[in-house]
């Protein structure tokens, strides 16, 4: 569900999640650590939505989709 306060931050490629019980959310590009969705909490500070959101790039040597047959 996106929230009102901005992207997806899990599909960010700036977010992760901390160790830090208090502080569960994090975002790189910010340098900072949430109890909510960095997004939102970039928002309610400032009025505006996060524009550091850069998408997540597929790990290398995924394939988007299975090949279908047999090799052989």
Do not use: N
Not at 5 to 10: A, N, Q, S, V
Not at 35 to 58: D, E, I, M, N, Q
């Amino acid at each position: 569900m996106q929230e009102k306060g901005g992207p997806e931050c899990g599909k960010c490629r700036h977010f992760y999640v901390t160790w830090d019980p208090a502080f569960p959310y994090g975002c790189k590009g910010f340098g900072m650590k949430s109890k909510r969705s960095p997004s939102l909490s970039v928002y309610l500070a400032s009025g505006a939505r996060c524009r550091l959101f850069a998408a997540k790039s597929a790990p290398p040597g995924k394939r988007s989709a299975p090949r279908s047959g047999i090799s052989g």
